[in-house]
C-alpha cells in the first residue's frame, strides 16, 4: 500500500503506518528542522509547504493520503472553539487537505485530528467526502488503548471504498512501565512545551495537562522536565529515533505526532478492510450457523428412525444402526438442505 503523508512532522504516524506494512511515497512537511528528522529516519522527505506542490502526477497511484491538517484554530492549548478570524481560517488546513484529496483520488483517506476540531469536521469535511467515498467514519480514539503508555485523544477519519471496524484496544501500561517514573496510570497528554520550565504552583499541576505534570506529582513537585527521550518514549518512538534541530525543535516535534502505536492500529484496521477479513469473518458465522442446522436436523432424523426401526433392525440393535449409517444421514441432511435452500 503506497502513502502520501501530508502535513508529516517528524514521522509519527509515518513509522506507524510503516511498521503496518505501508510504503511512503512523499512526506510533505514544510518545517525544517521536523524535515530533517524524517530524512535521518530515511523517509522520503519533502519540505515544502502543501499548498505549493502540484499532486496531478499522482492521481490514481496513492493508496493511503494520511494527513493530519494545522489545527491551531482547535487545539486546546489555543483553547479556542474554532476558526476565529482570517488569521485562523488562512491557517486552516482542512479545506487545502480536501483540494488535495480531490486531485490524488487515493483509495483511502485518514485524517488525524485534535478532538476538538470534531463539531467543525463533522459540518465541513465530512458531506464533501461522502461525495467522493462509499464509507466514511469518524472515530475517537485514545492512544492508551492502543499501545501507547500516554492518555492522548484524537479525530481519526477514515474514508475509503470498504467499511472498517475501528480497532480493538490494548491493555493499558502506565507511566511506570514506561520511563519509571511513580505514576500508576498513562501519562497525560505529551505536548510541544514539556522541555519548558513547569510553574511553581502546585495547583497548577494539578490541573494535568502535559506528561510533565505528572512527573511534578510522583516526585512531589520536583521541578526536573521530562526529558526528549522520556517524551519520545511516551509516544512510543523508538529509542535513538533522529529528531534533529536545537532541543525546543525537537519536543515540538515530539509533542506534534501522532503516537506511532496508535497509527499502527489505524492502518491495521484499514488494512483488514482492505484484505476483507470482515467478510471472511461473516462468511466464516454462515457456515457455522448452516453446519449447526445439519447437526440440528440430523438429531431430528435420528430420532425419527429410533421410533420407527427400519424394517429387519431389531430394537436392540437401533444404536449400531443409526452408528453405521450416521455419516450417510449426514450426507442426506446435508444435500437436503442444500436442495431446499434453507
Ligand atoms: C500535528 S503536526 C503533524 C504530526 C505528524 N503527522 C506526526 O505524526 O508526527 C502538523 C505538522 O504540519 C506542519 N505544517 C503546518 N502547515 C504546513 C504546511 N502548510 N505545509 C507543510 N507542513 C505544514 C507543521 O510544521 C507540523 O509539523
Known amino acids: 500500500m503506497t502513502v502520501l503523508d501530508l502535513f508529516a512532522g517528524a514521522g509519527g504516524a509515518a513509522l506507524g503506518l510503516h511498521a503496518a506494512g505501508f510504503e511512503h511515497v512523499a512526506c510533505v512537511e514544510r518545517d525544517a528542522s521536523a524535515a530533517a528528522t524524517l530524512r535521518a529516519a530515511g523517509f522520503p522527505a519533502i519540505e515544502a509547504d502543501v499548498r505549493d506542490l502540484d499532486y496531478a502526477a499522482l492521481a490514481g497511484t496513492i493508496d493511503v493520503l494520511w494527513a493530519s491538517p494545522p489545527c491551531q484554530a482547535w487545539s486546546s492549548a489555543n483553547q479556542h472553539e474554532g476558526p476565529k478570524g482570517e488569521d485562523d481560517i488562512a491557517r486552516n488546513g482542512w479545506p487545502w487537505t480536501l483540494r488535495i ?87 497525560p497528554c505529551v505536548m510541544t512545551n514539556e522541555g519548558k520550565g513547569r510553574p511553581t504552583d502546585p495547583a497548577w499541576w494539578r490541573k494535568l495537562n502535559n506528561a510533565s505534570d505528572a512527573l511534578a506529582i510522583a516526585t512531589d513537585g520536583a521541578r526536573r522536565k521530562l526529558t526528549l527521550g522520556e517524551c519520545a518514549t511516551l509516544q512510543t518512538f523508538p529509542e535513538g529515533y533522529p529528531f534533529a534541530g536545537r532541543p525546543e ?37 454462515a457456515v457455522r450457523a448452516s453446519a449447526e442446522r445439519v447437526e440440528r436436523v440430523l438429531a431430528a432424523a435420528v430420532g425419527f428412525v429410533r421410533q420407527r426401526p427400519p424394517r429387519g433392525v431389531g430394537l436392540e440393535d437401533i444404536d449400531g444402526f443409526v452408528g453405521r449409517n450416521v455419516g450417510q444421514l449426514r450426507a442426506m441432511v446435508r444435500a437436503l438442505i442444500h436442495l431446499k435452500g434453507l
Open 101 to 187: 484529496v480531490g486531485i490524488v483520488r487515493p483509495r483511502w483517506a485518514i485524517f488525524e485530528n485534535v478532538k476538538n476540531a470534531r463539531a467543525y469536521v463533522e459540518r465541513a469535511v465530512l458531506p464533501e467526502l461522502r461525495k467522493l467515498y462509499a464509507h466514511v467514519s469518524l472515530w475517537v480514539l485514545n492512544a492508551a488503548d492502543h499501545g501507547a503508555p500516554q492518555s492522548r485523544t484524537r479525530i481519526f477519519v477514515i474514508a475509503g471504498p470498504r467499511p472498517v471496524r475501528p480497532p480493538l484496544g490494548t491493555v493499558r501500561r502506565t507511566m511506570r512501565d514506561a520511563i519509571g517514573i511513580a505514576y500508576d496510570r498513562p501519562s
Open 249 to 285: 525543535e525537537r519536543y515540538r516535534q515530539v509533542g506534534n505526532a501522532v503516537p506511532p502505536s496508535l497509527a499502527a492500529a489505524v492502518a491495521r484496521a484499514v488494512l483488514a478492510a482492505e484484505a476483507g477479513l470482515d467478510t471472511i469473518r461473516e462468511g466464516l458465522s
